[in-house]
């Protein structure tokens, strides 16, 4: 069975950076993708940032140029670098590991920023 753990997340002030973590564990199979996404109160999930296993990536609009995916395949490990954070940034934010053999989400981690 396929575990996407998560890591990282908490509060900082606006223009300050956080990193998140999603390590994906089990029987993984073939990884496809591994993505982030938020989801602000009373609003749908919304896709953040997702990069394949050969390392394209895609971004939502809102953070294009402030944030930054990368994956280790060693580790089958994805991180979501986060620069330039901005209030309507606040969101949980979830991890999703989409492979072969199922299709995963990690437990969800706050960030909240402050202005």
């Known amino acids: 069975q396929v575990h996407a753990e998560q890591s990282g997340g908490g509060l900082v002030q606006a223009g300050g950076s956080l990193r998140l973590s999603c390590a994906a564990s089990?029987?993984?199979?073939?990884?496809?993708?591994i993505g982030w996404y938020r989801q602000h109160p009373g609003l749908e999930r919304e896709l953040v940032a997702v990069v394949g296993s050969d390392h394209t990536s895609d971004y939502a609009d809102t953070v294009k140029g402030r944030f930054t995916i990368t994956v280790d395949t060693a580790t089958t490990t994805a991180y979501l670098q986060m620069n330039s954070l901005r209030p309507d940034d606040t969101a949980i934010y979830y991890c999703?590991?989409?492979?072969?053999?199922?299709?995963?989400w990690g437990q969800g981690t706050q960030v909240t920023v402050s202005s």
């Open positions: 999703n590991v989409r492979s072969s053999l199922s299709n995963v």
């Open positions: 089990g029987a993984t199979g073939r990884i496809y993708t």
